[in-house]
């Protein structure tokens, strides 16, 4: 996207991007991850978002390598992801390394839609997440909301968002079935 006008990255997202990218289904096929860091325990959240910078460069990339290596805080922080598509395999291994390095911090991934949620790959890059103590769940209402009023520009912040086609119980999530769990969709990516 080199020589593009379009902003990529910032404090707030538009209206527009977070309806057309944040779908539970059928949305773009563009990342964008809205993030919010907590330093210590009473420190006011940092926000940020990005998305993918060109086809090599994933939104996740972007955060661990631009946004939060910028910081250099040996403090304890929470980390929290709201991404328009899970983590691929790739970038889920350098999450787990980009962890490791950080071992003061605590990530939270909310996802909108499961990227190619079928692949053997995709699904063991979720449960390796999970392994590492990654909190990674499926987008709800109250997370969408809290979304709508939080990371998007433009709107009073009183309204509630209802994204389109959200039926929670449609969630293409038995693929990605952590044993032991039931097969409701809110305990399948716990």
């Known amino acids: 996207m080199a020589g593009s006008s379009k902003k990529m990255r910032g404090q707030y997202i538009s209206r527009d991007t977070f309806e057309k990218n ?18 210590g325990k009473y420190g006011k ?5 990005c998305q993918n910078q060109r086809t090599d ?21 929470s ?14 291994s350098k999450i787990v390394k980009f ?21 053997e790959e995709n699904r063991k890059g979720l449960r390796l997440l999970r392994s590492k103590k ?15 009023k939080v990371f998007v520009s433009n709107q009073n912040g009183n309204e509630d968002y209802w994204p389109s086609q959200f039926d ?9 079935q952590i044993p032991g769990r039931g097969n409701h969709p809110q305990h399948l990516l716990e």
């Open 22 to 39: 944040y779908k539970p289904i059928d949305g773009t096929k563009e990342a964008h991850l809205l993030c919010e860091i907590k330093w």
């Open 79 to 92: 980390v929290t992801w709201y991404l328009s598509w899970s983590p691929c395999a790739d970038c889920a």
């Open 99 to 119: 962890l490791k390095k950080y071992p003061y911090l605590k990530l939270t991934i909310y996802v909108a839609q499961l990227y190619y949620h079928t692949e």
């Open 57 to 77: 460069i994933h939104a996740e990339d972007y955060f661990m390598n631009n946004i939060f290596k910028a910081m250099k805080h040996p403090v304890r922080c």
């Open 168 to 176: 929670p119980w449609e969630y293409p999530l038995a693929g990605v």
């Open 45 to 49: 959240p940092w926000l940020h978002w």
């Open 134 to 148: 990654v909190i990674i769940r499926v987008m709800d209402i109250a997370d969408y909301n809290y979304c709508w």
